[in-house]
């Protein structure tokens, strides 16, 4: 927690400063771990960092901060531990496949041969020492490859085309667009954040768009706090009749950009409650709060990229990389509890 306080990811960095650094070496008891027991060590307990997280919004809301007056959500496309270069087409999987399933078979032949006159020669010792390594390699590419396979289908269903990519270092990862206009496997990080900076919930999810995470995101808060916001607000990027029609069903009051007006003479996009809340976003207290959403929900994205240097994510798999996301929140967190709580 504190190397992410301090915008320090890296095992061996943390290592090193284990060495020459006070709070480091206080917090390591005096040991000095080398860096694959403290990367071994954020992989084992990464379940425990949502607890961690947990407990910067306890001691928020007992400093009497987290105020859900107002809240807002975003989410920010952060880059995955991974590159295009480790990804291949559906197709070129297929074809990848069927290629190393007739080399495993050569090469299962080859042993098949070599054994049996071994065998005639020597007698049925069965001493070998195990598989080949070149054998070992290609199942091993094998089954990355099915495994990526497999996540592509699942998630492109009845859309997927040969065309569509995914990566082996990382299948739960997917191609986003990141803030630089940049094409890269990322993870969608969200974050709902009270009026004085404080993140009170977050998400993560394997998909470019938001608009599912909306009541998930609101769920979380209450869950975390005890309490639901007096109003949430969101960008367009959340908007679905469905998302409105729920949150009408359980009379939770929300703001959730439109989009731009389109030209005189055309009608607004229909569903009876986007249009509602199209008519709600002109009252002017409802553009008052709504204004505050930008640099309320954006901010600790800015923080987290700029002074915590977090950039992209180290661990792989959406349950490994949702714990780091949880332990980045909850060091911005404290550091907001350090400038804004009570003396």
């Not at 190397?3 to 060495?19: K, T």
């Not at 409650?273 to 008052?288: D, E, I, K």
Request: net charge positive; hydrophobic share 40%.
């Amino acid at each position: 927690l504190l190397g992410a306080i301090e915008g320090v990811y890296s095992g061996r960095a943390i290592a090193r400063r284990v060495y020459f650094d006070l709070r480091f070496q206080f917090l390591a008891g005096a040991l000095r771990p080398d860096f694959r027991t403290i990367n071994r060590f954020r992989v084992r307990h990464r379940a425990e960092f949502s607890e961690v997280f947990l407990q910067t919004v306890q001691i928020a809301r007992a400093s009497g901060l987290a105020k859900l007056g107002r809240v807002a959500i975003d989410g920010s496309k952060l880059r995955a531990n991974t590159s295009r270069h480790k990804a291949m087409s559906h197709g070129r999987m297929v074809e990848a496949e069927e290629q190393l399933a007739d080399e495993i078979g050569q090469i299962l032949a080859q042993m098949d041969e070599l054994n049996e006159g071994e065998d005639q020669e020597h007698g049925d010792d069965d001493g070998g020492g195990g598989l080949p390594a070149e054998l070992q390699a290609r199942e091993r590419r094998r089954e990355r490859i099915r495994a990526a396979r497999a996540q592509l289908e699942k998630e492109k269903g009845e859309r997927l085309e040969s065309r569509h990519q995914k990566s082996f270092a990382d299948p739960e990862a997917n191609m986003m667009k990141t803030g630089d206009g940049a094409l890269a496997y990322c993870y969608n990080a969200q974050a709902a954040t009270s009026e004085d900076g404080i993140i009170v919930a977050t998400g993560l999810l394997s998909a470019a768009n938001d608009v599912t995470a909306l009541i998930p995101m609101i769920e979380a808060v209450e869950a975390n706090t005890g309490e639901c916001p007096d109003v949430t607000l969101a960008d367009h990027g959340y908007l679905s009749e469905a998302t409105l029609e729920e949150l009408d069903r359980r009379g939770q009051r929300c703001l959730v950009a439109v989009g731009r007006e389109r030209k005189k003479g055309t009608r607004w996009p229909q569903g009876r409650f986007t249009q509602r809340m199209h008519r709600v976003l002109r009252f002017g207290w409802a553009q008052t709060l709504y204004a505050h959403r930008k640099t309320q929900a954006e901010r600790p994205f800015a923080e987290i990229k700029q002074r915590l240097c977090f950039q992209r994510f180290r661990l792989r798999g959406q349950e490994k990389v949702r714990g780091e996301w949880d332990l980045v929140c909850a060091a911005l967190n404290l550091k907001t509890l350090w400038r804004r709580a009570p003396a």
